[in-house]
């Protein structure tokens, strides 16, 4: 069922067993969990069904540190969230992103790799991806005609992604959500605070309000924060009217180690004799699975680096490409277009060449994971938005490591170019200098919001437990990436709809405890 | 005679005649010697005199023909080889030396292009004999 939120009477209390807070990949992936069974879910959604610039308005915020992309952009406030702009890229974490590793501090997850698998595999069918598997030679055994380049996999090895058509939630999971008999979709529902008991450990309501001027109050057993990783630590510090620090947040971990993935051109790879490198290429809607370079884990823990990627691109002319963070629009509105153009171009445009050309040139794009840092945060700002609501301050902050790492990633992939007679590697100007650890304007990012509710078994160090539960509050739980203690190097979609789906699990326990059977 | 000196004069009989700046009878051995082969296919004579430039004041130790031409060939048996099987075979040991060079990790940033230090010298050669 689905009610628009604005047309309710004023102070309406809407009343279920399960709350959930953000209709994004998270939110629908849990909600659909849910439906037809016995429990009352209700989905609130800020945003309506198409992106609109009043709510995206209300994601604007202010940034310092590192130049960032704006906040009101890079997160979409509709039905569907920011997979309505979504590239549609996906890979498994690997193992190593869950161990701790002593050389990058506050590292470790609570959980194994292990404890994801199953949920990976759950995930894929719902972001319509092909078969879970990457390992590389499955797929060359599946298509010869791919060719890895000739390293040494003890230095330089594969990562696998597959690519989502991408599948956009809002358009193909609507109808099920909306005729689902147990589910009540709110849109326009902008959940401005919760209120809790008066020790603050137990969430009794949420306060939802939306620019028609009315509010409402929603009472559940269960609230499932699934925003994204700005707007559920901006909605937990701006709960702070029984508690002055804001709620989860007892030992001031709510809305630090903001993670991103740097991506940034770094390189480029000339090549002795021209190759397609078809395995290593992507085409917007037509590539399914690409391999990346990569660092295996036993050298990744030799060097006591990051975890990052390298993809290949094609290159006709020996000049950079504008960056990304240069070329990002400022409104929402502008970026779901953007994906909209160039699919309509797709399907207008010729079917792709079977044989792909050959270059003797290709730019060196890398995706590098971001070390968790405390001072990279997410606070709130004087400046309230239109609903009554803080604003969230991002401070973005990298550390020397996140460089070092990137240039010991293109060090190891010249090398075996150099090798394996292939050809050289050329990197760019701010990667020259190994003592040099500052960064340039025109560094990218994924637009992957990661950290700010961390998860960690200890209280002092994260905010959720390993079942996502917030610590010290029982029946509040956060879905999405905003959990992840690091941010590996793949992007996070997959893993965050993979561990929304476990949280699932584990709410359905606590709401369908096992019967007793008496003697 | 040193060994080693003797290795070098040897060389110097048996090709470095342009590298002097006379004649053009040993050009192809010089351009061997003083160009990467890889990186000559990659880019412009002038990246390379760049790099070669970047190389000298990089190293300022061997920023003079002799002692590059000595480092290109130190430790491969150059000039005899030469001697007994002709000159086509100093491009397979500088392939090699390069190589070994990527293997072992002697590899240096010039101008940004991640290069085997033997190539950084030729470079370096090139860009003296070529100013």
Redesign the interface.
Known sequence: MHIDARTLETHSLIEGDLCIIGAGAAGISLALEWQNTPHRVILLEGGGFEVEAAMQELYRGNTTGQRYYPLQSSRLHYFGGTTGHWAGFCSTFDPIDFQRRDWVPNSGWPIGREALDPYYARAHPLLDLGPYEYDLRYWLDKDPSLTPLPFDEQMVTHKIWQFSPPTRFGTKYRDAIVNAKNIQLYTYANVTRLDTDEQGRHIRQVTVKNLAGKEHTVRARYFVLAGCAIQNARLLLASNHQVPNGLGNDYDKVGRYFMEHLEVTS?DL?L?TPASNQLYLWQYFVTRMRAELAIPEQKQKELKILNGTVSLWPKTEDKQPPAMIDTFPDSGEATVRKWELREQNYKKGDPPKAALPRY?MFSLFTRMEQAPNPASRVTLDREQDALGMPRATLHWELTPLEKRSIRTL??LI??Q???A?L???????W??DKQDTSWPETLGAGWHHMGTTRMHQSPKEGVVDANCRVHGIPNLFVAGSSCFPTGGAANPTLTLVALTLRLSDHLKQLLNPPTRTTA | MERRHFLRYALVAALPAPLLGCGNRHARADRTLQLPQVLSQLTDEATVRRIGKAYRAQVPTEANQETLTDRLLEGSPAALVIRSFGKSMLGPLLDHKIRRDFKEGRIVVLEGWLLSQTEARQCALYSLVTV
Do not use: K, M, P, S
């Not at chain 1, 050809?423 to 100007?429: A, E, I, K, S």
């Open positions: 390189a000339f002795t003797n293109y060090d010249g090398q170019a150099g090798l007679g050809g050289r590697v050329r990197l760019v100007d990667l020259r």
